[in-house]
């Protein structure tokens, strides 16, 4: 599965739309898609209790809460203990 770089571990932002690779020390485009092997960051748009509703919204399936919570696509999971990787 090929990831966009600003999805890796190894993508250092620098504004919106580029960063620095971490490995190479190159600029980068954020949507360029990054090598074979890159590490993804915990975000809510890879986890199993992520359900998109709209266009980057969705619903956390692993909250207790009723209504659900409402979760982003690209909000980072690195502190959730829910979080299971798809």
Same mark, same amino acid.
């Given at each position: %599965?090929?990831?966009? @770089?600003?999805?890796?571990? /190894?993508? +250092?932002?620098?504004?919106?739309? $580029?960063?620095? #690779?971490?490995?190479?020390? *190159? %600029?980068? *485009?954020? #949507?360029?898609?990054?090598?074979?092997? !890159?590490? %993804?960051?915990? $975000?809510? $748009?890879?986890?199993?209790? !992520?359900? /998109? /509703?709209?266009? @980057?919204?969705?619903?956390? /399936?692993?909250?207790? &809460?009723?209504? *659900?919570?409402?979760? @982003?696509?690209? %909000?980072?999971?690195?502190?959730?203990? &829910?979080? &299971? *990787? +798809?």
């Amino acid at each position: %599965m090929t990831i966009p @770089y600003r999805d890796t571990l /190894e993508f +250092i932002p620098v504004d919106v739309d $580029k960063g620095i #690779d971490r490995l190479t020390g *190159k %600029m980068v *485009k954020a #949507d360029a898609s990054a090598p074979d092997g !890159y590490g %993804m960051v915990a $975000k809510c $748009k890879f986890c199993k209790n !992520y359900t /998109e /509703e709209k266009d @980057y919204i969705g619903i956390c /399936e692993a909250s207790e &809460q009723t209504p *659900k919570f409402i979760a @982003y696509g690209d %909000m980072l999971a690195v502190t959730c203990n &829910q979080f &299971q *990787k +798809i």
